[in-house]
């Protein structure tokens, strides 16, 4: 398992009519999920989604922040920024700058 990890910071559009990363703003993921937000629904299906996107098991993938709200934050454990914009499909020209 690689060393580290990295908070990646989300909005979730939750009843999507499918499944996507629709983009980036502001340094903030913007992903569409097909679950409504009810019951944590949309945070199991955020990490479902996440899981398979990253292909890391959900079991580090952990939600740090935003249980009740659109905005999170999901540490990944194991990762480091670029590579989870990279898998996630965004372009290093659209990723936030790092943080000292």
Do not use: W
């Not at 009519?17 to 993921?29: L, R």
């Not at 990253?54 to 540490?75: F, Q, T, Y």
């Amino acid at each position: 398992m690689t060393a580290g990890s990295f908070v990646l910071a989300v909005r979730v559009q939750p009843r999507s009519s499918k499944e996507a990363v629709s983009g980036i703003t502001e340094g903030v993921v913007r992903i569409r999920l097909t679950a409504p937000p009810v019951e944590g629904k949309a945070n199991e299906a955020l990490l479902g989604f996440l899981s398979k996107r990253l292909g890391v098991p959900k079991g580090r993938l952990e939600l740090v922040a935003g249980d009740h709200g659109r905005n999170k934050l999901i540490r990944v454990h194991g990762l480091v920024g670029v590579e989870v914009y990279a898998r996630l499909g965004i372009e290093a020209a659209l990723m936030p700058p790092a943080r000292p």
